[in-house]
Nanobody
Framework: QVQLVESGGGWVQAGGSLRLSCAAS????????MRWYRQAPGKQRELVAT???????NYAESVKGRFTISRDNAKNTVYLQMNTLKSEDTAVYYC??????????????WGQGTQVTVSS
């Protein structure tokens, strides 16, 4: 059974940094794109950053220049380095991944989320 587990969330003052991790475990044949989403109270979930299996990255305009997504394929782990945090970055952060756990097709899996709170 595949699981994605996020860690690294917490409380930080505005201007500070946090590093989120998301590790995929279980029987995994391969992983394509991995992503970070976030959902603030009363708002829709939004895509924050994407990284493909070739290392190509994309970011939401609101985080460009402040957040960096990376991955360690040997560890089936994706990271989100968040710098110069703002109060509007406060949200629950979720990771997802398109991965092959069956040997024949890809499916999208989600983590349970980790809270990030930025205090101004």
């Amino acid at each position: 059974q595949v699981q994605l587990v996020e860690s690294g969330g917490g409380w930080v003052q505005a201007g500070g940094s946090l590093r989120l991790s998301c590790a995929a475990s279980g029987t995994i044949f391969s992983i394509r794109s991995m992503r970070w989403y976030r959902q603030a109270p009363g708002k829709q979930r939004e895509l924050v950053a994407t990284i493909t299996d070739h290392g190509t990255t994309n970011y939401a305009e609101s985080v460009k220049g402040r957040f960096t997504i990376s991955r360690d394929n040997a560890k089936n782990t994706v990271y989100l380095q968040m710098n110069t945090l703002k109060s509007e970055d406060t949200a629950v952060y979720y990771c997802n991944a398109d991965l092959n756990a069956s040997g024949s097709y890809y499916a999208r899996y989600w983590g349970q989320g980790t809270q990030v709170t930025v205090s101004s």
